[in-house]
């Protein structure tokens, strides 16, 4: 706005609830404080209550909710109390006639008015019950008759639980005296009213795209100062430029930041200029290097945070260490920002810093640090709040330790977590499926029939971060590397994938996302024994195994285990000796004493395969698993594997026969409910 320009006059009108208030603060300060029989804790109660109440902080109670509010503070049942709610109950009855509405505010002035020097007032002028009580009097002096007739029936309709007696908008006139007898300057002109924004507000809640962006034109047109031009249009422009963004459109919102930009500049707004060339770097680029914020005077510190977004993105290759400097510089600006603006500092951005730490942490593989920092949000962030933070943190967490981020998905599943916490609440439509996955007990059948058709048009979901599709949809590009290895593996073809699993592993080197670098360097493992490297083999996944034991990728645990498993049957050549079975026709050459060192890696492999419900993979151990047992003599052992795999078999094909998962109803019945109490608000 306007640097010129002068906020507008306080305009107070008299409301019905205003009687009730003063009625409270004559009974409690005038009839029975000044006696000292009240108890304390009964009127320390009511002074928070009337503080609150007479502040205007909050939207007002009706009658019946003060009332009950009385009766039900400490000491209510104390013989006083109870005189003085019964005289509470009575107000209504003695304002019935307009001279009794007349004579009870001619008696506030006694309670504020200094009668002489040695006797002081019951509230002192300036403070914020004798400044209430002197306000809604000099309101009612300058009623007119009429007036005064028309706040009496509004006040009994209200106390007859009417809600909107009383609380219409108050049209001024400079030509006519109807409510008025005495105007002042503040009475002559009508001034901004907060309605129209409010209605915006429901239209962008319920989706309407009419009744939101109209009120908020009539919001912004309002009068505002007493310049010709409001200079607040583009205020208007960047809130439905923050519309759009929400709801993706982003060729919409770049139309209209460039106008917004324009009019703040010529306006002169320095401060909403800077926030749209913020909201202007938010736009998806196509740029290969992400288009970061310069720190300005102005710059919001949570613009800069959502820079580290940027720079986590896997399609923009940046390593972490750019992500943990300029998180350090969104704490430093945020922290000047508080100093220097004055500005209270707010948990929610306090936490948005802490929860940006548990995703780098995460990503990075440094679990229990991770774990440190959601701690500490949820420490200081209240439950059923809606807080992104809070919630993002939970959704991490839940990822982490129940769901298990799934092998190549871990980057972009820590990525799109990001984003929600930057200002909004994610949608119920925009999470994973994580209980879904290509070899979990859900099979590809219940998916295409019963989840994909009902994906919300909002969802960002990849079906190739699940399954091995050929869907025109592309990951990132280290990702969609790990993806090719995998796909190529699972054909037997994984000598091919050479090169794209060589770049992955050094792009995941570089960026530091060492739980994919350890993935990565597992599958060259798998694929070296290939080329007889087996020696090397394990070797490699042996330098990597106390992180992987010891990290949360429990997937990434059980495939390693398998893989470190097959190198040590595959590289011990002493004590061999030949055989062969039913499950694998080829002549294997074992060693007893590898077999034995391999029993421990695919009993863990086994059973976190198991705990994942991946019956293909845990058949594949199970196999090994009685193959080892009878090369080993140990043919109780072998029976108790084989009935297992046995089991597994069944079980996998049961799912196939009958892709109604009771396990997947029951979680989507539960999104149901959810998504049913969310529309219910």
């Known amino acids: 706005m306007d640097g010129r320009a002068t906020p507008p006059p306080v305009h107070h009108v008299l409301r019905p609830h205003h009687i009730d208030l003063i009625a409270m603060l004559l009974l409690i300060f005038k009839e029975y404080e000044l006696q000292k029989t009240l108890p304390k804790d009964f009127l320390l109660y009511m002074y928070r209550v009337l503080l609150m109440e007479t502040s205007e902080v909050i939207e007002h109670r009706s009658h019946q909710q003060m009332l009950a509010m009385v009766k039900v503070a400490p000491h209510a049942d104390a013989p006083v109390v109870q005189g003085l709610i019964g005289a509470l109950e009575n107000v209504a009855n003695q304002l019935r006639a307009l001279d009794q509405l007349t004579n009870f505010f001619l008696s506030t002035p006694s309670i504020f008015v200094e009668k002489s020097d040695d006797q002081p007032a019951v509230l002192r002028r300036t403070s914020l019950f004798g400044f209430f009580v002197r306000r809604c009097f000099v309101s009612f002096i300058k009623l007119s008759f009429y007036g005064v007739v028309q706040l009496q029936k509004d006040y009994q309709a209200w106390v007859n639980g009417s809600s909107s007696a009383g609380y219409g908008p108050i049209e001024k006139d400079p030509l006519t005296s109807d409510i008025w007898l005495f105007k002042t300057s503040s009475d002559l002109k009508s001034w901004a009213r907060p309605e129209p924004f409010e209605a915006w507000e429901k239209g962008l809640a319920t989706g309407d795209d009419i009744i939101g962006p109209e009120n908020l034109r009539r919001y912004f047109e309002q009068h505002f100062h007493e310049h010709n031009d409001s200079g607040v249009r583009q205020h208007a422009l960047l809130n439905l430029v923050r519309m759009h963004y929400t709801r993706k459109e982003y060729p919409a919102a770049s139309k209209l930041l460039r106008e917004a930009i324009a009019v703040a500049r010529t306006s002169g707004d320095r401060i909403t200029l800077q926030h749209c060339i913020s909201m202007l770097h938010r736009l998806p680029s196509l740029n290969e290097i992400p288009v970061l914020n310069e720190i300005q005077p102005d710059l919001h510190p949570l613009e800069v945070l959502f820079d580290v977004t940027k720079l986590l993105d896997p399609q923009y290759g940046q390593p972490l260490t750019l992500c943990f400097e300029k998180l350090t510089e969104a704490i430093a600006l945020h922290n000047h920002w508080v100093d220097t603006k004055q500005a209270m500092p707010c948990d929610a951005e306090i936490c948005s810093h802490n929860a940006m730490q548990a995703v780098l942490w995460q990503t990075l593989g440094c679990y229990d640090l991770a774990d440190v920092e959601e701690s500490f949000v949820l420490l200081i962030t209240r439950a059923g709040k809606g807080d992104p933070n809070r919630l993002n943190t939970l959704i991490n967490r839940s990822y982490r330790k129940w769901f298990v981020l799934r092998s190549f998905g871990t980057a972009t599943t820590s990525g799109d977590v990001v984003r929600p916490f930057i200002g909004r609440v994610p949608s119920v439509g925009g999470g994973r499926l994580a209980y879904t996955g290509p070899e979990d007990k859900s099979p590809r059948r219940f998916f ?175 196999q090994l698993l009685v193959v080892a047992y009878h090369n080993l003599g140990m043919a109780a052992e072998e029976e108790g594997a084989f009935e297992r795999y046995t089991q597994s078999t069944k079980l996998a094909q049961a799912f196939e026969e009958n892709p109604a998962d009771p396990e997947a109803t029951r979680v989507w019945d539960t999104v149901t409910e959810i998504g049913k109490s969310l529309a219910s608000r």
């Not at 599709?469 to 994984?494: C, F, K, W």
């Not at 992955?504 to 570089?510: I, K, P, R, T, V």
């Not at 499950?583 to 395969?609: K, Q, S």
């Open 448 to 622: 295409d029939d019963f989840l994909l058709p009902r994906r919300p048009s909002s969802s960002t979901f990849v079906s190739k971060e699940y399954f091995f599709d050929e869907s025109s949809t592309s990951l990132p590009a280290l990702n969609m590397e790990l993806h090719e290895v995998m796909n190529a593996r699972r054909r037997g073809q994984a000598v091919a994938a050479i090169q794209p699993l060589l770049q992955a592993l050094w792009q995941a080197e570089f960026q530091g996302r060492f739980p994919l670098y350890r993935l990565g360097m597992t599958l060259l493992a798998d694929v070296g024994m290939e080329f007889g490297m087996s020696d090397h083999c394990r070797q490699l996944i042996l330098g990597i195994m106390p992180q992987i034991l010891s990290g949360q990728e429990m997937e990434h645990r059980a495939f390693a285990n398998h893989t470190l498993a097959r190198c040590m049957i595959a590289s011990m050549d002493s004590s061999s000796m030949a055989f062969s079975n039913v499950f694998v026709p080829t002549t294997y050459i074992l060693a007893e004493a590898g077999l034995r060192d391999a029993l421990p890696c695919l009993l863990m492999a086994e059973a976190d395969y198991m705990s994942l419900s991946m019956l293909e993979a845990t058949s594949e151990v199970q």
